[in-house]
Nanobody
Framework: QVQLVESGGGLVQPGGSLRLSCAASVRTDGWYAIGWFRQAPGKEREFVAAISWSTRNTYYGDSVKGRFSVSRDSAKNTVFLQMNSLVPEDTGTYYC????????????WGQGTQVTVSS
């Protein structure tokens, strides 16, 4: 059973940083990708970032380019989302999910971690 567990959320002031983690309960060898998404109250879920397992290529949503960075530690079966220069619009619940393949969507999702950017 694949489980993804996010951690690292919290309250941070505008301009601050947070590092989220997404830990898998199984070995991630052969996985296609891991993606990060977020959802604010009353808004649709938004793509944030993704990392390809085989190529380590990274992809970002327009609203976070240049501020967020996604990376992985295969030995620890963990993906990280480094978030810098946070703004109130980054507030939301952040989820990680396993990509099934190109154009095939995501199958396993974590429970989410809350990020609040406020002074």
């Amino acid at each position: 059973q694949v489980q993804l567990v996010e951690s690292g959320g919290g309250l941070v002031q505008p301009g601050g940083s947070l590092r989220l983690s997404c830990a898998a309960s199984v070995r991630t060898d052969g996985w296609y990708a891991i993606g990060w998404f977020r959802q604010a109250p009353g808004k649709e879920r938004e793509f944030v970032a993704a990392i390809s397992w085989s190529t380590r290529n990274t992809y970002y949503g327009d609203s976070v380019k240049g501020r967020f960075s996604v990376s992985r530690d295969s030995a620890k079966n963990t993906v990280f989302l480094q978030m810098n220069s946070l703004v109130p619009e980054d507030t939301g619940t952040y989820y990680c999910a396993r990509g099934r393949g190109y154009g095939l969507g995501y199958d396993y999702w974590g429970q989410g971690t809350q990020v609040t950017v406020s002074s």
